[in-house]
């Protein structure tokens, strides 16, 4: 069995901590059992591990998050990435391709694929190992896991089983499928429904569609050769422009002939907004802040180095960062994607394979002059790529640690106190020696992430391309 990850998310609905490089699966609001902050990914990974699938897991995202990912679970995590971002379809049919062509997986492999941050106990990763068996024992084209509903709730769309019919179909009114007493047939899907109906869907033992499903690798590569579309990943990749961009729910799961769903009883949540993010969050308060005691039910997480205070008022979210601000109250905290619609801005924070950078001021001038300055945290022993940028020059202030600097060819050591200047158009880079501090001012005509061009990511091979 080969578990894929998909991570993907625009990082609307948690602003101002999310966004389009930061989404909701890489907020550091939970907790490990040491009581130190913990993303989701990185909860989510850790029970992977515990499962014993670490080594045959892979995570299908874009460019955007893969510094990202590395930042949050080093090395080890292996990586599909896209070339640019378009639907769960073709981020689902590239990892298949790359595990057909590339890692060299069996045709008769069960592929499971499932969302990068779910809110699950353990017991929810030795169901997804019972997928492999049901697809087997169905012969069905894919094979999903419901859960069982706690409440008629309108937030998720819900599985529709085939309705009893005779004994072998008697156990909690959904059609059993032959020979296997925990996997049954699906009779159709329901999206998000009103509360009548998903009172109504409880009534026909309907499960929430948690977004987890599996099948054989070669219903997958049948697939794509039937569409004309590649079965190579580096031909998927030269053609991905021309994907469709299209969900897998959508090309795939609604034109399937036999889809049968494992039920699941344990304890699962999507914490994609900020009431039930706030739900499992152990802390009141996380950063620089404070929430008087009759303030009931208020979550407070401010990620600015100034304090915030809230005083009295109960059951609302308080969130701050470089991104913004949010106060809502708890309840109508899921209308910020829709509030936010036509508001893009650069990200404002960014994690990095090397640390973290923050943009704590920028101005643009009338004169179309733009200025924008960063804080820049580097974990010891990384270093940038070897780099150059067109549209601006730069002017580093260290402001804590001690790095080695390669400027235009040339080798040298820096350290708290010293300034160094990089105009357009020369190459650079720096590893940290110690944890590194950079204040780093940005000025020129359009100051933009795109505007980087490396020569060499590894250290060794820019110490080798000077020489």
Wanted: net charge negative.
């Amino acid at each position: 069995m080969k578990l894929v990850l998909l991570s993907g998310g625009s990082g609307k609905r948690l602003w101002p901590l999310s966004n389009d490089a930061r989404s909701k699966q890489f907020l550091k609001v939970l907790q490990n059992r040491e009581g130190e902050p913990e993303s989701m990914v990185q909860r989510v990974w850790g029970q992977i591990r515990a499962a014993g699938l670490e080594q045959e897991t892979y995570i299908a995202t874009s460019k955007s998050q893969v510094d990202m990912i590395s930042s949050q679970l080093g090395e080890r995590a292996a990586v599909v990435v896209e070339p640019e971002r378009r639907d769960t379809f073709p981020a689902i049919a590239l990892a298949a391709a790359y595990l057909y062509s590339v890692a060299g997986a069996s045709l008769k492999e069960t592929i499971v694929v499932m969302p990068v941050d779910p809110y699950v106990e353990a017991e929810f990763f030795d169901k997804l190992k019972e997928l492999e068996g049901v697809l087997n024992r169905s012969q069905a084209e894919l094979a999903l896991i419901g859960v069982q509903p706690s409440s008629p709730s309108e937030n998720y769309g819900y599985i529709v089983p085939d309705s009893a019919s005779g004994d072998e179909a008697a156990h909690e009114g959904m059609g059993a499928i032959d020979g296997c007493c925990n996997g049954y047939k699906v009779h159709h899907f329901k999206e998000k429904p009103c509360k009548a109906e998903a009172e109504a869907l409880l009534e026909q033992s309907a499960l929430w569609n948690c977004g987890v499903f599996a099948f054989k690798l070669d219903y997958m590569i049948n697939l794509l050769i039937t569409l004309g579309l590649p079965i190579h990943y580096d031909e998927m990749l030269k053609q991905y422009s021309r994907m469709p961009q299209i969900s897998f729910d959508y090309q795939v799961v609604e034109q399937a002939a036999s889809i049968v769903v494992l039920p699941y009883a344990g304890s699962w949540r999507d914490l994609g907004t900020w009431e039930m993010l706030t739900g499992e969050m152990k802390r009141q308060v996380v950063g620089r802040g404070i929430v008087t005691e009759d303030a009931k039910g208020t979550c407070l997480i401010n990620e600015l180095d100034i304090p915030v205070t809230v005083l009295g008022a109960s059951d609302l979210i308080v969130a701050a960062s470089p991104d913004g601000i949010l106060v809502s109250s708890k309840e109508q905290s899921y209308r910020i994607k829709e509030v936010l619609k036509g508001t893009e801005h650069r990200p404002m924070y960014e994690e990095r394979r090397w640390g973290s950078y923050k943009v704590i001021d920028y101005v643009k001038y009338s004169e179309g002059n733009e200025v924008l300055t960063k804080r820049i945290r580097m974990k010891q022993g990384c270093n940038l790529s070897y780099q150059y940028h067109q549209k601006r020059n730069e002017v580093w202030t260290i402001i804590a640690g001690s790095g080695e600097l390669i400027l235009g060819g040339v080798y040298s050591q820096v350290s708290a106190g010293d300034v160094v200047k990089i105009p357009a158009g020369m190459l650079h880079s720096i590893r940290a020696l110690s944890p590194l501090e950079i204040i780093e001012v940005q000025s020129g005509t359009e100051l933009i992430e795109e505007d980087i061009y490396r020569l060499c990511l590894v250290w060794s091979d820019i110490l080798e391309y000077c020489r």
